[in-house]
């Protein structure tokens, strides 16, 4: 009976070993997974890549290749918002943006609800290793940047992953307040929509460009729609291989 109960509780342990790797989020046990040929499935499928001769930059690179820092496409993009300052009709449009990212990368977005974090505050990477997109509204005193014609920052934070490949595991991206106002929204909603938009395109992984038709020129020109180097350059950020 001894030995018959020690070897139940062997395999119990084993049973609760195998749920944890399968099922625990974190990053550590994705690389346990993958080494075991564990590896995950994309949850949305991935966009079409059409080079229709635009303009698209990344914001990173892998080490020694030209290809694309993104997120893994295999887990949700978790967000959360700020509410602090965000003026009337901002919340639908800041829906209404991520939909249209999601659908540029075939990246899963997931609403983790109210927040009072702030973007980029403190440590941009947490101890252990990942944490929600923080979107939030602000001003120049807070965030420097803003002003000078700069009315929203957007970017993320990348970690090595399996076999060296870095994935992005966190980021921010704030709207200044006296740009992003109930009155702007009411007026301009394509506008500003446009604006969380190309904010957005940074968090996943894109850089600026010099051509104005493209809704990543680097100056706000009255752009609202995704130009062909914008939707190339989403498709293959987030036509990434699952971590």
């Not at 229709?52 to 967000?79: H, K």
Request: proline share 7%; with cysteine; net charge negative.
């Amino acid at each position: 009976m001894p030995r018959q109960s020690t070897a139940f509780s062997v395999i119990v342990a084993g049973v609760l070993v195998c749920a944890v790797v399968l099922f625990h989020p974190s990053a550590q046990m994705d690389a346990v997974r993958q080494l075991v040929g564990l590896g995950g499935e994309r949850l949305l499928p991935a966009p079409a890549i059409t080079a229709r001769g635009g303009a698209f930059t990344f914001a990173m690179t892998q080490q020694g290749s030209d290809e694309p820092v993104g997120w893994n496409p295999c887990n949700t993009v978790e967000y959360a918002v700020n509410p602090a300052g965000m003026p009337d009709g901002a919340r639908p449009l800041v829906d209404r943006a991520i939909a249209r990212i999601s659908a540029a990368t075939g990246l899963e977005f997931e609403d983790e609800g109210d927040t009072d974090r702030r973007p980029f505050a403190g440590s941009f990477i947490s101890l252990g290793g990942s944490g929600p997109v923080v979107i939030g509204w602000g001003d120049a005193a807070e965030f420097p940047e803003l002003g000078g014609g700069v009315v929203g920052l957007g970017g993320a934070a990348p970690k090595d992953g399996p076999g060296g490949r870095r994935y992005y595991v966190t980021g921010g991206l704030v709207l200044d307040t006296e740009v992003f106002t109930a009155a702007n929204i009411a007026d301009r909603p394509r506008v500003m929509e446009a604006i969380v938009v190309h904010e957005l395109a940074h968090v996943v992984g894109l850089g600026h460009v010099a051509e104005p038709m493209e809704l990543m020129f680097g100056d706000n020109n009255g752009q609202v729609e995704l130009g062909p180097g914008d939707r190339e350059g989403l498709a293959r950020v987030g036509s990434l291989p699952c971590r």
